[in-house]
């Protein structure tokens, strides 16, 4: 059975490639990902986020990714 699980990311995660490499990690876990709101500072100075939701085959696999994830600054949106 999948679960599914929002979780959000904010700064500097376009220029640092934040937001690229967490799409890799849920990539490479086999889960999927839907981005479903963004937001890109519009000066160098303003920080930027976004809204993903990742589906994953099962509670295990989504435990291990979310380890992963907060390595790079997520937050699990209830």
């Known amino acids: 059975m999948s679960v599914t ?6 700064g ?3 220029d ?3 937001l690229a490499k967490i799409l890799d990690i849920i990539t490479e876990s086999g ?5 479903s709101k ?7 100075e303003e920080a930027s986020s976004a809204r993903i939701n990742i ?3 099962n509670q295990e696999i989504m435990d291990g ?8 600054g997520i937050t699990v949106v209830e």
């Open 16 to 18: 640092s490639l934040t």
């Open 38 to 44: 963004v937001s890109i500072g519009k000066k160098k």
């Open 5 to 10: 699980c929002t979780v959000e990311v904010k």
């Open 31 to 35: 889960a999927t990902h839907d981005t």
């Open 65 to 72: 990714l979310l380890e992963k994830l907060k390595n790079h």
């Open 55 to 57: 589906t994953a085959k």
């Open 12 to 14: 500097h995660i376009i």
